[in-house]
């Protein structure tokens, strides 16, 4: 882990947006077969964190088609537009939920964009703030899923102890969690937290193809691999 922080962020690759992408209401995201979908962002710049796509979700979702359809039953946790869990649902993942702080009429309208039968039978929704540790809903705790999907949830580092905490008492085979380098320090100490409790590996970013996310915008960006010890 500690060779990530070796070479430090160049000046203008902290953000991990592109910023003219970030004002954009419409993003087309390409899936293998020359296939594509196309989801909203809130066009309201950056001030809108939970509904523009990131750089780390782009990641994720090119990651994701690489695993060839081996993901059951998914929680999407700081879902922001849903970018991660809509993937999920379309390469066949069995189930997705998406939580956030925030459901969006973004999310909510992303999700119908998904096939009738998709958004009703296989998605729900649970808005939940992480920093409301006495009343996490049940719908989080009374399972175990296949996969969770973290991607840029460490940017602020106000959250980072609601975040562990909420993460160890959640039953899972693997969590994925995409991360953009912007504070190296605080967020070496969550991933070294992580690393006490759970087996963490970092995905080769050149190991699968790049459908999404462009070359360019791979600076500071990782995928873990964390799973129960
Ligand atoms: C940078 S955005 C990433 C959104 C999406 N996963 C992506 O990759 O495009 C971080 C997301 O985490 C959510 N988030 C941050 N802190 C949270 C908290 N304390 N509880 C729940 N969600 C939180 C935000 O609302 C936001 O949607």
């Known amino acids: 882990m500690d060779k990530i922080y070796e070479n430090g962020i160049p000046n203008g690759k902290k953000l991990g947006i592109d910023y003219l992408r970030s004002e954009e209401t419409q993003l087309v995201l390409k899936l293998p077969n020359d296939k594509s979908i196309t989801l909203s962002q809130s066009g309201m710049g950056l ?3 939970s509904t523009v796509i990131w750089d780390a979700g782009l990641l ?4 994701l088609i690489s695993l060839h359809n081996q993901l059951g039953d998914v929680l999407d946790l700081g879902c922001g537009t849903g970018i991660c869990g809509i993937f999920s649902v379309l390469l066949n993942a069995k189930s997705c939920l998406f939580s956030d702080m925030i459901i969006s009429e973004c999310l909510l309208s992303n999700i119908e964009i998904l096939d009738n039968n998709l958004s009703s039978n296989k998605c729900k929704t649970i808005q939940y ?6 009343n996490i ?10 996969i969770i999907l973290c991607s840029d949830v460490l940017y602020d580092s106000k959250t980072h102890a609601p975040f562990i905490s909420l993460i160890k008492k959640l039953s899972f085979n693997k969590l994925l969690l995409a991360y953009k380098i912007r504070h190296p320090e605080e967020e070496r100490a969550v991933l070294t937290k992580l690393s006490e409790l759970y087996t963490l590996n970092i995905i080769d970013n050149s190991s699968f193809p790049k459908f999404n996310i462009k070359e360019c915008d791979l600076i500071g960006l990782y995928i873990f ?3 129960p010890i």
């Open 137 to 146: 809903p049940e719908c989080l705790l009374n399972r175990t899923f296949d």
């Open 60 to 63: 994720l979702i090119d990651y």
């Open 225 to 227: 691999e964390i799973t």
């Open 47 to 49: 001030i809108a964190i």
């Open 129 to 134: 703030n992480w920093n409301d540790r006495e």
